[in-house]
């Protein structure tokens, strides 16, 4: 689990990161270099899901070294199936990490949310749903991983 104490906010519990996958964590298919190890990290602290409609079809390929488990959903109603597992896992206890207008859902859904503008660029309105914007998975995992980072960013 994570535990972030924000000045003037209440504590903030994760227990799961769920990580949108294209455009997210990957670009054009290919996990981004570097992200492997970070969520490897991660993974140590919180359960992590990757959520993806596999548009290119390099998912299993790419995620096979990553401590996490990777769902799948048809690429019809993406954001409603994103928001669905989201709350299955517990919103709550949920921290969203995304960049596409289908990650909006979810990022309602959840506890706290990170937008990422990688190679792909991100949704406007997603980045106005978003807790937390950073300019790159690297930087937005990174931020999960040091509660100072989200504390100076989150607090009152």
């Given at each position: 689990m994570i535990l972030y104490k924000i000045p003037g906010r209440e504590d903030i519990e994760i227990e799961n990161v769920v990580f949108?996958?294209?455009?997210?964590?990957?670009?054009?298919?290919?996990?981004?270099?570097?992200?492997?190890?970070?969520?490897?990290?991660?993974?140590?602290?919180?359960?992590?899901?990757?959520?993806?409609?596999?548009?290119?079809?390099?998912?299993?390929?790419?995620?096979?070294?990553?401590?996490?488990?990777?769902?799948?959903?048809?690429?019809?109603?993406?954001?409603?199936?994103?928001?669905?597992?989201?709350?299955?896992?517990?919103g709550d206890k949920t921290l969203c990490v995304g960049n596409g207008f289908n990650d909006i859902p979810m990022f309602e859904e959840s506890v706290l949310s990170i937008?990422?503008?990688?190679?792909?660029?991100?949704?406007?309105?997603?980045?106005?749903?978003a807790d937390i914007i950073v300019r790159d998975i690297i930087d937005g995992i990174n931020i999960i991983l040091n509660d100072n980072m989200v504390k100076a960013t989150l607090r009152n």
């Amino acid at each position: 689990m994570i535990l972030y104490k924000i000045p003037g906010r209440e504590d903030i519990e994760i227990e799961n990161v769920v990580f949108d996958y294209n455009g997210t964590i990957a670009v054009n298919g290919k996990l981004v270099d570097g992200v492997s190890q970070l969520i490897n990290k991660l993974s140590k602290y919180a359960n992590i899901y990757i959520l993806t409609a596999d548009t290119y079809g390099t998912v299993e390929k790419e995620c096979i070294s990553l401590e996490a488990k990777v769902l799948t959903f048809p690429k019809e109603n993406a954001g409603e199936s994103k928001r669905d597992i989201v709350r299955s896992l517990s919103g709550d206890k949920t921290l969203c990490v995304g960049n596409g207008f289908n990650d909006i859902p979810m990022f309602e859904e959840s506890v706290l949310s990170i937008a990422i503008i990688e190679g792909e660029g991100a949704s406007g309105k997603l980045l106005s749903k978003a807790d937390i914007i950073v300019r790159d998975i690297i930087d937005g995992i990174n931020i999960i991983l040091n509660d100072n980072m989200v504390k100076a960013t989150l607090r009152n």
